[in-house]
């Protein structure tokens, strides 16, 4: 029996492939930022448990048959979006966010009053200076 090895073969351009669903996921997490941002004091500000931040999102944007309404839709914005690439962008986008305040309190650089003087993006993996509102 021949064994073949493929190690020396080089595959070029492959990484394109997720080009768009990069982009989309990118596109999600900028969602959740602005979510998380928007309903920080009343329900991301205190959670006690690493996941409790998937369940507080999920329930202000996601809509069930138990749960017709809610404040923010979601599945409108990103249809057919996978539930486990969901939970991974809410999980991102509390990262994020939960950093800015915590950078303020520990001595951070943002110089101002309101930890999102400067808000995080999903684009870079940066703060993207935007006006305050």
Known sequence: ???TSTYSVRLRNFNRVFDDTVEVYRHAVDYFIELVIANWNTHFANLSRANDCIRVA???SVRTKKRLMTPYNFCHDFMKFPSYLRRVAIKAAYGHTWSAPRLQVFGGFF???SP???RPCASS???VAKPHH
Do not use: S, V
């Open 1 to 3: 029996m021949k064994i």
């Open 58 to 60: 999920e329930g202000l």
């Open 111 to 113: 110089g101002y009053n």
């Open 125 to 127: 993996i940066q703060y």
């Open 116 to 118: 999102w003087r400067a």
